[in-house]
């Protein structure tokens, strides 16, 4: 059973930068799609990027709008979201999840292995 940490949460301000990331143990994750979903307060958990197994399918969210980067570095376990010029909308809870394909995470990611996320918080 792959188990997954998040980290890099945090209270920032409009416009300010987090860099998220994601370290699997218990066994190397090199044959799963990586992804981030996120969680703001009354909310449902939304879909927010995605990297495949190979690390050259990316997805991402539309409301990304090319703030977001998804990072993968198979060989050591672990995948980062670049996240840039924040806005209060970017505020929730932050998981990580894998998944055998990317086309599961970025459909929801069902049946996906979750961390236990991180918080964001954007100050306006």
């Known amino acids: 059973q792959v188990q997954l940490a998040e980290s890099g949460g945090g209270s920032v301000q409009d416009g300010e930068s987090l860099r998220l990331s994601c370290v699997a143990s218990g066994r190397a994750f090199g044959s799963y799609a990586m992804g981030w979903f996120r969680q703001a307060p009354g909310k449902e958990r939304e879909f927010v990027a995605a990297v495949s197994v190979s690390g050259f399918g990316i997805y991402y969210a539309d409301f990304v709008e090319g703030r977001f980067t998804i990072i993968s570095e198979i060989g050591k376990d672990t995948v980062h979201l670049q996240m840039d010029n924040l806005t209060s909308d970017d505020s929730g809870v932050y998981y990580c999840?894998?998944?055998?394909?990317?086309?599961?995470?970025?459909?929801?990611?069902?049946?996906?292995?979750w961390g236990p996320g991180t918080q964001v918080i954007v100050s306006s």
């Open positions: 999840v894998i998944d055998p394909t990317v086309t599961a995470i970025v459909e929801g990611a069902k049946e996906g292995n």
